[in-house]
């Protein structure tokens, strides 16, 4: 089965410190990997995704992620954290060929960034 | 562009009661979806639909019924609520089924059920 797991239910960073966010997969076959952001009373926000090709990846907001087979990893990272930063994030999987290639999320990793 | 849009934003029921959480995306997306967040648990699929007129269930369906005869719209209904569905519900759309399109989501509706 698949699955997605994000060890840390909360991470702290200074500001402009770097910052990691954590997820391990659990695929068969190859991954399709996303994150995504949720400020507070907001809906998920999409950051960035892994389909194939190099393992990093850019997205949104200055962040980027670093796809590691060998390790079954794909963990968030930024390399100055802002205060605005703080949130809830969502490592997630596609789910392939099951129920419409539906989303499997980690359980979230808040994230406190403070000045 | 409105993207994915959800009502009410805000909820409360008590036990017994039913209702219909409405979503509406205007980006012409096939594939539409339910999930609700519950602490710990991350995002749960509760319904979802590949076009209009087919609808199919997720990971957790029991309570809850769905119907798609348009593109636009995809509501989600409580039959009976239950203390047990207090939760936050998101809806949310994506291009076809394909594996390396991205979901967009409403701003979610936080039910209480009392």
């Known amino acids: 089965a698949q699955s997605v797991a994000q060890p840390e239910d909360q991470v702290n960073v200074a500001e402009g410190n770097p910052l990691t966010v954590k997820c391990t997969y659990s695929?068969?076959?190859?991954?399709?990997l996303f994150w995504y952001v949720q400020y507070p009373n907001r809906g998920l926000q999409f950051l960035l995704k892994?389909?194939?090709?190099?393992?990093l990846v850019k997205g949104s907001y200055g962040f980027e992620a670093e796809f590691n087979k060998s390790q079954t990893s794909f963990h968030l990272k930024k390399p100055s954290a802002l205060v605005s930063d703080s949130a809830l994030y969502f490592c997630a999987v596609r789910d392939m060929g099951n129920q419409g290639g539906k989303l499997i999320f980690g359980q979230g990793t808040e994230l406190s960034v403070k000045p | 562009n409105a993207g994915v849009t959800q009502t009410p934003k805000f909820q409360v029921l008590k036990t017994g009661q039913s209702m219909t959480l409405q979503c509406a995306q205007d980006?012409?997306?096939?594939?539409m979806s339910w999930y609700r967040q519950d602490p710990g648990m991350g995002l749960r699929l509760i319904h979802y639909?590949?076009?209009?007129?087919?609808?199919d269930q997720g990971e957790v369906p029991n309570g809850y019924n769905v119907s798609r005869s348009t593109t636009e719209d995809f509501p989600l209904r409580l039959l009976s609520a239950a203390p047990s569905q207090t939760s936050v519900y998101f809806c949310?759309?994506?291009?076809?089924?394909?594996?390396?399109?991205?979901?967009?989501f409403g701003q979610g509706t936080r039910l209480t059920v009392v």
């Open positions: 695929v068969s076959g190859n991954p399709y």
């Open positions: 949310a759309s994506k291009r076809g089924q394909g594996s390396n399109t991205e979901a967009f």
């Open positions: 980006m012409n997306h096939e594939y």
């Open positions: 639909s590949v076009g209009a007129g087919i609808t």
């Open positions: 892994y389909i194939t090709g190099d393992n």
